[in-house]
Every structure is written in structure tokens, then in C-alpha cells.
């Protein structure tokens, strides 16, 4: 409770970590990690066919370019703003979780800050220099060599991201032995990565049949061959994505049951086990089909059906990423730090003396009868904010206005009897942390704005607010031991 409190009442802090990142992976696998290689290797099969085609080898290179121009407008704007997005959204809405993965992943962090860098300057130099090298074999060839460099490259950069999301989920045997090692092999990331690998090729693969939507005048045939070769790719490609779907699900239970009772996670995971069987099947199906399809009759296919797999691929994705937020829920990391941001090992501490008297941005310490709302307000802040605003996406005064009869109001007592159970009825929701009296004040407030929402400022416009006689919680764990 050290940082201010940046808070975005309308959409919601989730919601904008959610965005921001669900459109750079989406990018960034596609076309950074499953594009480069799809290109490199076009690019040789090009090359391969100048002396015995070189009209056809022509054509088919500056098709293969145009594709690339498409990947390097993307990868270097929007992709790498929305990565440095997430850095910023994320540090922003919870420090603290961020401060705790960069103690873990010290050296990873900037390592990977490095590689992204450098990941960006070579796409650049891959698609620059792409013109230049057809003016000589020996050119072509470095080329294509630079090609196969890069997509090793920017494989790398998911690796290393993915080693720190399976460890949000799980830290696996890094409680016990704390060492840079232990959390990297976290029992997630592995299953992970080997699930994001194929997948990034194959919808790589639906995109660029999705492009040639685009970059089809006629159908002639260098288009056909271009489908069919890009379809075999996604023939490749998709059964061992959906393997590898299967064995990031079979991992996923142990960890949902560290966090979970095990009522609980059996429930969610069954409901999941049925919509996952669903997506699996449906995107795999609708993908291996149309690739099937364009190989044996590319010349038949109406142009729109290339919509269908990369739709069905991105849903495949964004539905694995929702779980995999939700798996570690009611923790950030996994059973050390709440989504609120407060530590586990903490709570008793708060339970007893309460937060605010800890909270460094807090406008009430001690609560009276004057200051009750506004204490409330603070209470909201710390314990709820991450996750529900007051007038926006998931807004608590919905949420309590739902629970009491039509037309009558929320009372005090509606909300305190709620909330000491509310990890019980929604597992995703930490337990409360605050004590009694903030419990009330928390009701009170809540009371208030079912009555007149307001917009709840983040510290970003509405201003900080520093007490000097602030408690220090880990001198306060030192005292207790
Ligand atoms: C980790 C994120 C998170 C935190 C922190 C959190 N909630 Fe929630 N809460 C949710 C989500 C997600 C929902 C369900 C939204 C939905 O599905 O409609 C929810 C639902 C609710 C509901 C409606 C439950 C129902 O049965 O319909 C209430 C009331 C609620 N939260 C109150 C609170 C209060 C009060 C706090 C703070 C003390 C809090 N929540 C903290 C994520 C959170």
C-alpha cells in the first residue's frame, strides 16, 4: 500500500490491462513468432524455384514481401506499443506485483527489455534489406538465413514471457527454494510454452490466408500455390497446437487446486472442461478443413472463408488466456499475492488492525463517525478497486443494487453480511482484508453511492493524499515474530 492508487472508474483496471494485452499477444504471436518463420520459409521456397521458374519465383517473392510489409507495419507500431503498454498498465495498476516478479525475474526482466529491442530493430532489417537482396543470389541466401535467425529470436522473447505468466499461476517449487532457476521451470511453463508455440505458427498461418483476401487480383497461380502452401503449413501446425492444448490443460487442475477448495475447482473446472472440449474442437476443425480444402482445390474457395479459421484461432487463444487469468485468481501470484495487491502473509496483520492505518495514500487513519464514508471509500480503494469501479464495468453499486428486491434500496446490512463471505460465493474474489470497523465503513460508503454514483477518481486526476503517521507493515511483522 506504498503506491497511489491509479484507478479508471469507467472501464475498469482489468479491463485495460485485458485490452492492452490480449491485442499484444495476439500480434505478437501471429506475427512476430508465427509470421517470420511462415515468411523465411516462402521466401526459400522462392528462391529455390529461380532457375527452373524465374517468372514464378518473381511473382511469388514479391507476394511473400507484401505479406512481410503487412507483419512489419503491425509488429513495429502496434505491437510494440501495446507491449510497452503492458509494462505501463500493469506497473501502474499493481506495483506490487510487478515489483515482486521483477525480485524473481531480476535478470529476465531486462533481458527480455534487450531482446524486444533488439527484436524490432531486426524485423526492420529483415523487411529493409528484403529488396536489396534480390540483387544477387548470394545476397538471397543471407537473407533467408537472417530470416531463420530472427524467428529464432523472437521466439525467444514469448519463452522468456511465458516462464514469468506460468509462474503467476503457479510458483511451484520456488516457494521452497527461491532460486531464478526453480522459477523459471515452473510446472506451467513448459506445457505452456509447447501449447503457444504451434498455435502462434498456426495462426500465422491463418493470417496469411487471410491476407491473400487482400493481395488476390486474379486467380492466378502463383495465388493457388500460395494458398495451398500456406495451407499445408496450418495442416502442420494445428494438430500439434492442439495437442499441446491438451497438456497445458492437464496442468492446469493441480495448480486451480492449489488455490481452490477442491468443490470449487472441481466445479469451474468442469464447466471449462466442457466449453474447452467445444473450442478445441470447433477452431481445429474449421482450420483443418479450410486448409484441407485449399490444398487439394485452392482455385474453388471463396475468398471470405479465409475469415473463418483466423476467427476460430483467435477465439481459441483468447479463450485459453481467460483461463489462464482466472486460474490464478483470487491471487495475482499464485497463493503469495492477492489480485488486490495485498500480500497473504499479511492479511492477519490487516484483519486485526485493519489497512488503513497501514496505507500510505490513505485520506482517513483513524475512523470516526464523521469520516465513515470517506473512509469507506478508501477501504473500496484498497481492498476492491483493482478489479470493480463505481460507475463503470463492474461496478460494485450494480452488484449490491442486484442482490436486495426491485425498486428497494441497498442497506448497510445487505452489504456487511455479504462481504466477510464473498471468496466463499465467488472464488475469484480474495477474502476480505480489512477489520470490523472498516467492514462498516466500507457498507456505508457502499450504501452511499447505490444511492448517487460517483465517478471515482484514480490518484492520476484526482491528486494524492500522503499521511505522516502511517504504520510500516514489515516492521510490524518483525515486531510480532
Ligand atoms: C480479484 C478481483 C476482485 C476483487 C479484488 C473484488 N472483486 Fe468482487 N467480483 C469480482 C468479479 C470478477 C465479480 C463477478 C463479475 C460478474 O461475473 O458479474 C465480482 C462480483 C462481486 C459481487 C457480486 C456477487 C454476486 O453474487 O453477484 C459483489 C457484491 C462484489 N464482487 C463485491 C466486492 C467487494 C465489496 C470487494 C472488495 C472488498 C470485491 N468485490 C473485490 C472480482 C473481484
Redesign the pocket.
Known sequence: MEFPFFHLDFMGNRMLIAVIAILHVLINHTLAVGFIPLMTLMEYFGYRKRKTDPDFSQKWDKLTYKMMFVAFVITTSLGAMTGVGIWLSASLINPYSIGSLIRVFYGAWFTEWIIFVLEVVFIMYYFLQWKKSNESPGAKIRHIRFGAFLSVFSWLTMAIIVAILGFMMDTGSWDSDATFLSGVLNPLYLPQLYFRTPLAMAMAGTFALFLLIFFQKKDNEVHAKAKQYISLWVLGWTPVAAAGAFAYYLQIPDAMFGNLPTAVGTMAFASWYDTMLKIIIGAVAISLLIALLSVLVPKRIPRLTYFLPIIAMFIFLGYFERIREFIR??YVIGEYMY??TLRAEDYPLFKKEGLLKYATYSTVREITPENEVEAGKNV?ML??S???TVSGI?S?AD??Q??VPKGEPVTAKVVAD??PN?HR??Y???E?PGNEEELHA?SKWVVEVSKNPEYLEGAQSGGLFLSSEKNNVDQNLAEEK
Open positions: 485468481k483470487p489480485a488486490n473500496f481492498a476492491c483493482r478489479c470493480h463492474n460494485i452488484k449490491f442486484k442482490m455479504y462481504i464473498m460465493v465467488w475469484y474474489m480474495p476480505f466500507l
